[in-house]
């Protein structure tokens, strides 16, 4: 089985999804700005999940090491992060965009949103990649420390756009890999710019319930159509 | 108990609740620009649920009858609406907006929205009704279809925004008198923005399963916080 590269997986998200897949035995490599904080972040989870395969790269070199890509970076270090992989994204590879244009990026409050230019985080990776490479934007509304709590039963859906429905069922079939998340289609990429709100709508929630809410979506018949 | 005066009370979802709250016993009273529309959609609640305490009225006329206010017209007759209630409207009135800025108000697709100059179809109502009316945003969700059709048991959550919790308190009430409708305080009225965002989320998701989709909150403690 190919690893699962995680760009900014010594964060808050992509450390949880690590625990989480290395749990249920997928191998994995940690990418960072730094390698010495990816081999670190790595030594963490093999510690924490036993017969965990994981290694730690520079984000390019991680990016490099699998087809799926999943990038957990803060929306600050998007743009800078995708620039700098632009010599290492291959044709054909998926980039899985969970960044967040939280308001909080630039000083402002974790329940509001900046406007991008593209229309969605999503959207400006997809501008930002090489051609050939196609951005699938999930994981938003997952609660990083929940993930990372793996005595916490997850039971929430993840929803996922992107332009190419074989991208999405990929996509989804890592995500159904972790128990208790459930992958939902929802729609074209562009449907990132309402799905990337739902992370402000759920830390606004949250703040009111002293909880941790995830999203689902009810009515949903049996089986994804992809 | 005071009724509850449904402003669109004719369209879909106007219709929907009437027929809820007509059946969970709750007088109602329906308004519409034509008394003759309220007058008949008002027959139509009273014909298919028996007890039905049920009228119809002008808006204006409507609006006045009752303490909570529901506006159920769509986006596009919002503010003539709005303007044609500035005279009937009273201090310490609650607007119940449900507006949501769908892109097919102007021929755009119903995936799609448009952008609120005030941020909100809720914010935009706050700003046009009179001094000591509070908005509450809330609704915007739940499928027409499905409340208009008696014999679905409905089983999901209404974000509720607004300001005042007390406020939010009273239409959280109401919704919750509607079997199988969770109210979920969702944050201020600013959060409409994001709120307002679910129902072309929820109509993308639709239109790829097949379904009639609805949002619940996971995680939450029991007892909701106002």
């Known amino acids: 089985m190919e690893p699962i590269p995680i760009l900014g997986g010594t964060g808050a998200l992509g450390y949880g999804l690590a625990l989480r897949w290395a749990r249920a035995g997928i191998p994995l490599v ?6 010495g904080r ?15 395969e994981v290694e730690g790269y520079e984000n390019g070199e991680a990016a490099a090491r699998g087809p799926v890509v999943f990038l957990t ?7 800078e992060t ?14 899985v965009d969970c960044t967040v244009p939280l308001a909080a990026a630039v000083s402002g409050k974790a329940t509001r949103t900046l406007g991008v230019w593209q229309g969605s985080a999503a959207q400006q990776a997809q501008e930002m990649v090489p051609d ?9 509304s997952v609660g990083a420390p929940m993930l990372a709590d793996l005595d916490h039963e997850m039971d929430e859906d993840v929803l996922v756009c992107g332009d190419r429905k074989a991208d999405k069922a990929r996509v989804a079939e890592l995500i159904a890999a972790i128990p208790g998340l459930r992958p939902v ?6 449907t990132a710019r309402i799905v990337e709100q739902l992370t402000p709508l759920l830390i606004s929630i949250n703040v009111r319930h002293k909880a941790h809410a995830g999203i689902r979506i009810t009515g949903l018949p ?5």
């Open 132 to 140: 050939g490479v196609t951005v699938v934007s999930a994981l938003h």
């Open 73 to 79: 970076v803060p929306f600050r270090a998007q743009s």
């Open 30 to 35: 940690i990418g960072s700005r730094e390698a």
């Open 185 to 190: 289609n929802a729609g074209a990429l562009e």
């Open 222 to 226: 049996n089986g994804s159509d992809w």
């Open 82 to 95: 995708l620039n700098n992989l632009r010599e290492h994204l291959r044709e054909d590879q998926i980039l």
């Open 38 to 52: 990816a081999e670190e972040a790595a030594g963490r989870v093999a510690a924490a999940v036993e017969g965990a």
